[in-house]
Nanobody, 124 residues
Framework: QVPLVESGGGLVQAGGSLRLSCAAS????????MGWFRQAPGKEREFVAA????????DYADSVKGRCTISRDNAKNTIFLQMNSLKPEDTAVFYC?????????????????WGQGTQVTVSS
């Protein structure tokens, strides 16, 4: 098991910023790629961003590219998602997930550990 705990969500006005954190406890995730996904009410879970094990390679959904930055601190076993210029359509529950290997994928079914999620609400 790799318990993941997200934090940093909240209510923010359009144009604002939030920094989400995902802390892994019990086991190191330094040899795993990590991803962020989100799920809005009535919609399927969708890929947001991912980062490989070293942090040197990242991937972003087109909807957040240029507004979000994923990063990791392997010494602290923590992954971050900096979100800027937030829009009302970004409102969703954001989840972090751990992949079984070094490299990421956009496919949520390929991730084997998930956090409980953190709510992000962007008001217009």
């Amino acid at each position: 098991q790799v318990p993941l705990v997200e934090s940093g969500g909240g209510l923010v006005q359009a144009g604002g910023s939030l920094r989400l954190s995902c802390a892994a406890s019990g086991r190191s995730v330094s040899s795993r790629a990590m991803g962020w996904f989100r799920q809005a009410p009535g919609k399927e879970r969708e890929f947001v961003a991912a980062i490989n094990w070293s942090g040197r390679s990242t991937d972003y959904a087109d909807s957040v590219k240029g507004r979000c930055t994923i990063s990791r601190d392997n010494a602290k076993n923590t992954i971050f998602l900096q979100m800027n210029s937030l829009k009302p359509e970004d409102t969703a529950v954001f989840y972090c997930a751990a992949a079984p290997g070094l490299w990421y994928t956009r496919e949520s079914t390929m991730y084997d550990y998930w956090g409980q999620g953190t709510q992000v609400t962007v008001s217009s």
